[in-house]
C-alpha cells in the first residue's frame, strides 16, 4: 500500500483527489493538512465523505508527511515550493497540483505569478506531469509539477498537429477558445463565484492574459520543437464542472491533403485516457463528467482550411486530481488506470 | 417628482430597486451611499444599467440624504437603526428594506439579531410595511419596516384564514415548508452561496430557528388577533430568484363545509399585485420572475381534512424592493401599481 | 459471474443501471432491448458509456432473454406485466424498476395506472423490493416489484416511527413535502421537462393525486400494521438528480419525552445505505450524488410537538438503479454493497 | 394605436413578443393565431400573461389578420412564406421572424431549409430587419425577414471592421466562436433540449453546417461589398436566455496602427441598442437580459495581430422579438426605442 498525504484537502481538487484515492485499492489515505480546520473531521466538511474517510485535519506542523510515499499539493502557488524541498529530502515523491512547478523559466514565473521562485534546482528537476506528452520522464520523477486544466484541454487537443516533423498548419496562429465551470475558480468565498452572478449567465475572462497561457505554449513548444503563437480566450460556464476547448488552426497549403482523423486515431490508439471520436462528433462535458477520460473530435467545417479541434475534459479530474492519480501510478510503476475506473455520471 | 435616495446600493435588493426606481415615472433617484465604493459609477458595478442609471455610489457622510423625500435602506441590520433618527426628524420618509423595524418587541429583536434596539420609540411608530394587510397606516407613516421576503407569502398565504371572526384551522399548528432561490442569501462572499455548492443541490437550513420566524408569528397574529403557532422550515433553491411557499392547515371540524377557493378570491378580490389562481392550479416561480406579483392556489388534496396553500413571489421584487415601491406609491398619494407595471420574464 | 439483461434501457434508469453493472465484479452484462434502437450500440445513444459498455441495443424478439439469471425491466408500467411470467417460467430473476408489481392490490392499481392487472397471481407473490423493511422476503423472492424513488424518502423516513408498537405520533395526518430532480420524470420529449421550463423555476405538481400515494401508504401500513394518513406533496426542481423529502408528524402527548435521534439511529444502525446524521444536520442532495446512500436527520424545532424529518437520496441510485442493484445481491446471496461502493460526486 | 397580429404566438419569440407588445404604448393586441390552441387563452398557456394579456388564440382561419397594421410571423419556415402573399396585398405590414425572407438567393433558401422558395418576387422586395445596417430601407419596407439570433451578433460584431473603404481584417478567414441559452432552440419537446440533457452541460453543434452561416455570410458581404470567409462553431449553454459570441480576426499588415475602439466606438455612437463597452471589459450575456441591448467589447489579446471581439445579447430579444418591434417603431414612424426600455433584469 502507498501512504499517501495530501496538503490542503478543503478545497475542490482536495475533495476530488480524496474521492479517488479513497477509492484506490492501492493507497492508505495517511495525512490531510489544513491550517485552519486543524482537528475537524474531513467528512464534516464535506459529508460526501461520511462512512467513507474517517481522517481529521492537521495543522502542516503535527502531521508526519515525511513518513508518507508520496505527497499531493492541492494548495495555491507558494506553498508547495516553500514544504516540498524537505519532503524530497526525505525520499517522498511530491505531485503537485498548484503552479509552482508548471514554467520552466523562473522569471517567468515571477512576472505572472507575482512572487520570485525560491527553489530553481527543484524547479529545473521537476517534470512536468501529463502523461500523454511526457510518461518516460514522470516515471523516474521525484517532483511533478501536474498541468492546469486549460492547458491539459489545450496540449492534449493540438499534440497530434504539433508533434509532426514540419508544420501542418500555421502554428504561429492558434486559437484556443475554452470555457470551463465555475469548480475551476476553486472553493474560494468570491462574489464572482455565487450563484447569484455565474449561474444564468456566459462571458469570457483574463482575456489580457491567464496564468494558462505562458503553460500551455511552454509545453506546445516542447512538443513541436519549434515557436508556436497561441490566443487563449476563457470564459465562464454557468455549470460545476466540465472543460471545453474549441481550438482552431489555419491548415498550410503543403497539408491540405492529410488525413487529420486518421493522424488524432493513430496518436491517441494506446492512450486509456484519451477518446478520439468518430467523425461528425460533438463531445460534451458531460460524457466525461467525474471521470479522467478527455474526449475530442476532429472537424473540417466545409472541407477548407480550417480546421477545429473539439476536447472536453472534467476539469476536477483529468483536468486536476485524476490526473494526479495517474501520474501517481505511473511513478509507483502501478497499471496507469489503477482506481481510475469511474465511469462518467450521465444524465 | 420625488427625490429618492438608497443607502447600502450595492447588494441585490439595492440594484433591483435601481432598476425599479429607475423606470418609475414620479421618481428622481438623488443619491445612493456606499462605504466601500465612494465614487464609483453605479453602473460600473452593475453594467446591466448602463447608459440608464448615471449615479455614483457617495460616502454617506457626503450624500445629503436630508434633501430627499424618501430614503430606502437597502442595508443589513443595524444601519437604518442607526442614520433614520435625522432623516425622519429632517422630514424625510423612511423604507427600511432591512430588519431593524419589523419585529415590535425590543427583546425579541435583541434576541435573535444579537443586538440592542436603540431607538425604541421609532419602533412604536414605524409601521410594518405589508400593503394587503395594513394599507392604511401606511398612507400616513414616516417610518416602514419592509417584511422579509419569506414572511411575504407566508402572511399573504394564510391571512385570509386567520382573519375570520372564528377560527377556520388548527392555528396552533400552521406548517409553512418554503423555498428560496439563493439570491435571498445576498451578494455577500460565502463559500454556501458559491455556484459549485448551491447549484445541482436542494437542502433545508435554519431548522432550528429562522429570523423570519418571529416576524410572521408576530404578523400572523397581528392578522388573527388571536396566538397562532407556526413551523417554518427554509429551504434553498439552485436557482437565482424566486421564493415559494407550501403551507399546510388542519380543517377545524366546524369548518369543513367553507368554500376555501371563494373565501381567497374574496379576500383579494381587489389587490392589484395577488393572484388568486383557478382550482388545481399549481403556481410556478417563473411566472413572477422580475415582476411585483404573487400568486397563489388554494388545494384540499383528496377533500380531506388538510389544506394546503401553494405560493410564489419574486423574493426580490414583491419580496423586497418592489414592495418598497409599492409602500412608497401609497405613502406619497400616487397610484399603488405606479411604475410596477413590469410583466413577469418568461421563459 | 450473474448474467444480467435489461430491457428497456433507453431511459435515466437504464443508462444508470448500465453505469453501475458494467462496474459489478460479479456481472456480465449479456442483452439490453429497445424495440427503437435495435442494433445501435449502447454507447452511441450514451457517450458516457464509451469504452465501457459494449453491447448493442437488440430488439426483444431476438435477445435471448430466458437464458440471463436476472431481467431488469426499465420499463414504462404495463411491459413487465406482459413479458415477466415467460421469463420467470424459464427461471429467471426478474427486477421491475417500474410499476407493475408495486400495488398489492389489483382494483388500486387499475385506477392509478388505468389498465387492468393481468397478472394477478405474480402480482400476490412479488415482494415489494426495499430491502431495509422487506430484506428476508426478497433473498428468496423470484419477481420484485421495486419502490418508487419518492416512495423510498418517504418510507424510510417515517419507518422508525411507525415500526414502533403504539403509535408515537398522529398516524392519521402524516405529511410530506418532497421535491425531486428532472430526471425523476425520465427521457421523454416533454415541453414541461424541457430547460427553458423547468430550470430557473420551482413548483408544485401532482397535488391532486401522485402515483407514488398509494403505494406509500400501503407501504407505511404494512410498516406500521396500522392505518395511515398522509398527504403527499410533490415539487419539481431545477437540477438533474437528487430527492428531499421534508417530512412532517405531530407528537402524540404520551410520547413527548421519546428521544427521537436515538430511536433512529437505533433502527439503522446496521444498515448500510442508510445514514442517520448528527442533531442538527440538513442533508444535501449533492451529498449522496450517484451514490447508493440515503441521509436522513430527525429535527424537533422550538422542543415542540412537530417532528421534522429531512430525508435525501439520488433518485436514480437509491431511488431506482441502486436500489435494484442492492436487490439484486441479496436475491443471488452477495455481500449487500457489492459494486456500490461509488463515493458521491461532490462538488 | 397600432393593430398588430402575431402567427405563432406559442413558442417562445411568441410569448416574448407579447410581453413586449402588451406594454407597448402604441400598439394593440388584436390576434394571435394557433392551429393547435384554438380557443386557449393566452393565459392559460402562459401564467406569466395572467392579468396582462386578455387575448385568446384563434384558429388562423377565423383570425381577421387582414385588418391588423401588422403581423409578426413567429412561425417554422414555410409558414410566413404561405401566408404573407394576401396580408401585404391588404396592405398589412409583415414582419417575419423565421426564416422564410432572410437568404436572398432562392437557390440557398432551398439548399439549406429544404423546400422550395415560392415567393420569389416578395423575396426580392423583402428588407433584412437588422436596422444598424439596414434602418432606411426597413423605413419603408412592406416585408420584413427579420435576422436570426446568431447572425445578429455576428453581423454587429464584425460590422465596424468590414464596413471600411478597404480591408482591416483577414476577411476570408474570420471566425465565430458562438454560444446560446437553450431558448434558441423553441418551445419544442425534443430530447436534447431537456434539462435533463442540457443543464450541467456544454458541446459544440452544427459544425457542419449551420442555417445561420449562410445568412451571415450573405450580410457580411453585405457590408463590405467584398466576398466573406467565416467559420462558424456553435455552441449549447447550460441556461435559458443569452447568446455570447467570440469573434476572431487576423489583422492585416497595414492595419496594425488602427484604433479599434476608437473605430467601434464611432461606428455605434448615435445607436441606442448597441453598447460599446470600455476597453478591457468582458461584457456578461446577463447584463441583457430580458432587454435590447447589445453589448460588445473590442480586445486584441497581447497586442498582437489578433483582434477578439466579445458580443452579448438576450436571444430572446434584441436575437428576435425585441428586434422585431424596433423593426416595427422604424416601420411606423415611432421612436426606434418605444416600449423598449426595459431595464436588464439582474441578477
Redesign the interface.
Known amino acids: 500500500m502507498i501512504k499517501a498525504g495530501i496538503v490542503g484537502g478543503t478545497g475542490?481538487t482536495g475533495?476530488e483527489l480524496l474521492?479517488l484515492l479513497?477509492?484506490h485499492p492501492q493507497v492508505e489515505l495517511t495525512a490531510i493538512t489544513s491550517r485552519t480546520e486543524d482537528g475537524l473531521a474531513v467528512s464534516d466538511l464535506?459529508?460526501?465523505?461520511?462512512?467513507?474517510v474517517n481522517l481529521r485535519f492537521s495543522d502542516p506542523a503535527k502531521a508526519s508527511l515525511e513518513t508518507c510515499d508520496v505527497v499531493f499539493f492541492a494548495t495555491p502557488h507558494g506553498v508547495a515550493m516553500a514544504q516540498s524541498p524537505a519532503l524530497i529530502a526525505a525520499g517522498v515523491k511530491v505531485i503537485d497540483l498548484g503552479a509552482d512547478f508548471r514554467l520552466k523559466d523562473a522569471a517567468e514565473f515571477e512576472k505572472w505569478y507575482g512572487m520570485a521562485h525560491t527553489q530553481t534546482a527543484l524547479l529545473a528537476e521537476a517534470v512536468y506531469g501529463l502523461p500523454e506528452v511526457n510518461r518516460e520522464k514522470i516515471r523516474s520523477a521525484r517532483l511533478i509539477g501536474l498541468p492546469g486544466c486549460y492547458p491539459t484541454t489545450m496540449q492534449l487537443g493540438f499534440a497530434p498537429l504539433l508533434a509532426q516533423g514540419k508544420p501542418l498548419v500555421d502554428e504561429a496562429?492558434l486559437?484556443a477558445?475554452s470555457?470551463s465551470?465555475?469548480?475551476g475558480?476553486g472553493?474560494?468565498?468570491?462574489?464572482g463565484?455565487?450563484?447569484?452572478?455565474?449561474?444564468?449567465?456566459?462571458?469570457?475572462?483574463g482575456?489580457?492574459?491567464h496564468r494558462h497561457l505562458p503553460e500551455t505554449v511552454q509545453g506546445l513548444q516542447a512538443i513541436a520543437g519549434r515557436p508556436i503563437?497561441l490566443?487563449?480566450?476563457p470564459?465562464l460556464?454557468?455549470?460545476?464542472?466540465?472543460i471545453?476547448s474549441?481550438l482552431?488552426a489555419?491548415i498550410l497549403p503543403d497539408a491540405m491533403d492529410t488525413d487529420f482523423q486518421a493522424l488524432y486515431e493513430r496518436h491517441y490508439a494506446d492512450e486509456p485516457f484519451v477518446?478520439v471520436?468518430p467523425p461528425?462528433?460533438?463531445?460534451?462535458?458531460?460524457?466525461?463528467?467525474?471521470?479522467n477520460?478527455l474526449?475530442l473530435a476532429v472537424?473540417r467545417?466545409?472541407g477548407?482550411d480550417?480546421l477545429?479541434l473539439?476536447v472536453?475534459e472534467d476539469n476536477?479530474v483529468k483536468g486536476a486530481s485524476g490526473q494526479a492519480v495517474q501520474v501517481m501510478n505511473i511513478m509507483f510503476g502501478l497499471p496507469e488506470d489503477l482506481g481510475l475506473?469511474?465511469?462518467?455520471?450521465?444524465?
Not at 460556464?237 to 466540465?242: K, S, V
Not at 462528433?281 to 466525461?288: G, I
Not at 475506473?341 to 444524465?347: A, F
Open positions: 475542490y475533495v474521492r479513497a477509492q464535506f459529508p460526501s465523505l461520511r462512512k467513507r496562429h486559437i477558445n470555457a465551470g465555475v469548480s475558480a472553493r474560494k468565498a468570491e462574489v463565484s455565487l450563484l447569484s452572478e455565474a449561474s444564468d449567465n456566459f462571458k469570457a475572462y482575456v489580457k492574459g503563437g490566443t487563449f480566450i470564459h460556464l454557468p455549470m460545476i464542472r466540465g471545453h474549441t482552431y489555419r477518446d471520436m461528425g462528433s460533438t463531445p460534451e462535458t458531460r460524457s466525461v463528467r467525474a471521470s477520460t474526449r472537424h467545417p466545409g477548407g480550417t477545429v473539439l472536453v476536477l475506473g469511474q465511469i462518467p455520471v450521465s444524465p
